[in-house]
Structures are given as structure tokens and as C-alpha cells.
């Protein structure tokens, strides 16, 4: 049979694992506010990205209409 001091270590190994579980429940929602605002702001990013990638694209289409004039 285990002796008090035995028992009592198990105990606060045992309270200490629900805390730290405790502590990690509060985080998550945190955490997952903090992904959906840095996914949104990546979102964002390729969104303009995108917009430049038209841009660029156009302009491209204009200088090859032009050299081909030229040519």
C-alpha cells in the first residue's frame, strides 16, 4: 500500500496536469482570434497581390502591343 507521501505527490502531479489544462483552455480562444485576424490580413495581402498581378499583366500587354508597331 502506497505511503501518504506517495499519495500526496500522485495529488498535486494530478492537480497540477488540471491546471496547466485549465491554463491551455483560456489560450485557445486566444489563439484562435489571433489565426483568424493573421489569416484575414493574408487574405487581405493576396488579394492586393492579385490586384498588382493585373496591373503588371496589362502593362505587359501594352508594351508587347507597342514593340510589335515597332517591329
Avoid: C
Avoid at 483560456?26 to 498581378?53: F, H, K, Q
Avoid at 496591373?55 to 515597332?70: G, K, N, P, Q, S
Wanted: no cysteine; glycine share 2%.
Amino acid at each position: 500500500m502506497p505511503d501518504r507521501r506517495e499519495s500526496t505527490i500522485s495529488e498535486n502531479s494530478e492537480n497540477s496536469e488540471k491546471s496547466e489544462k485549465s491554463e491551455n483552455r483560456g489560450e485557445i480562444p486566444a489563439t484562435v482570434v489571433s489565426l483568424a485576424a493573421e489569416a484575414t490580413e493574408l487574405e487581405n495581402r493576396a488579394d492586393e497581390l492579385r490586384r498588382e498581378l493585373v496591373d503588371v499583366d496589362e502593362r505587359m500587354r501594352e508594351i508587347t502591343d507597342a514593340l510589335h508597331r515597332l517591329g
